[in-house]
């Protein structure tokens, strides 16, 4: 009886926690990301905090509190349920524009830091994300700063050097912070060696691509077919060169005309 009584407890504190925090529950997904290697990046690590969530979900617009100059507040990654204090938030910011590194912008994202503690509920991190050797804003115990190697878009052994020792760090720094379920599942997620990523993540790198006048992998191959190109002359191209993130307006035609011009036949092309 006492061992139905626990877990039936159990159950129901579980049952509570699923119910979103206030402060979530006053904002709405912004149904993107800022760029495109800011969904590159956050995407699977929303897949890890919150996987009953959509990852659209977690990158999420909020009102503007008092003091905050912007119309919305808007970290690029929000997520809860994921530190000791259910009603806590993590908020992940990824600084990899370069301006983030400038007296201006490291002002800006102090203020900002500021704003997103002051927003949520006690207890709540922030993560900031840079690939700059010093850290370039001040930090403690609610601000954390995690410096990792820059990756180039398709490059995808580079990119999970830069995952892991992302996750790494997020052990690390929150060891004390993370609730037990959340700290093992990041650390069995460290030293992998591939990301399988879900639709939904896979979309919204999709969408930050198109944002920014770039194409995916599937544009380019159903580009390549309507141009003439065979299966296998579409399948070298892809694996020598082309990468998904190409723009086939402003890069691939006019390539393609150009040699074309040149007078070589398709199988040359590729």
Not at 20 to 37: C, E, K, L
Not at 105 to 131: C, Q, T, Y
Not at 239 to 266: F, M, R, T, V, Y
Request: proline share 6%.
């Amino acid at each position: 009886m006492r061992a139905a009584a626990r877990c039936l407890q159990h159950r129901f504190s579980r049952q509570l926690t699923t119910v979103p925090p206030t402060w979530w529950r006053q904002g709405w997904s912004r149904q993107r990301a800022g760029s495109v290697a800011e969904a590159e990046l956050l995407a699977p690590l929303a897949e890890l905090l919150m996987p009953q969530t959509p990852p659209l979900e977690l990158f999420r617009s909020f009102p503007s509190p008092p003091g905050w100059a912007g119309n919305y507040l808007e970290p690029d990654l929000s997520a809860h349920g994921v530190l000791k204090d259910p009603e806590a938030a993590l908020f992940v910011e990824y600084d990899g524009y370069w301006r983030h590194g400038e007296r201006e912008g490291i002002e800006l994202d102090g203020r900002k830091n500021v704003a997103l503690l002051a927003f949520a509920a006690p207890g709540s991190k922030v993560i900031r994300i840079s690939h700059t050797a010093s850290k370039p804003v001040s930090c403690d115990a609610n601000i954390l700063w995690f410096c990792v190697d820059p990756w180039r878009h398709g490059d995808q052994k580079a990119f999970m050097v830069t995952f892991d020792n992302l996750l790494a760090q997020v052990v690390d720094g929150l060891q004390s912070d993370l609730n037990q379920e959340m700290l093992r599942k990041l650390q069995g997620q460290t030293g992998r060696k591939a990301l399988h990523l879900a639709v939904d993540s896979k979309s919204i790198v999709d969408a930050a691509m198109k944002a920014k006048g770039r194409n995916t992998k599937d544009e380019i191959s159903l580009f390549l077919n309507a141009q003439g190109f065979t299966a296998v002359h579409i399948s070298m191209m892809l694996e020598s060169q082309l990468s998904a993130g190409q723009s086939i307006d402003n890069n691939l035609k006019p390539k393609l005309q150009w040699l074309s011009q040149l007078g070589l036949s398709k199988s040359q092309v590729a």
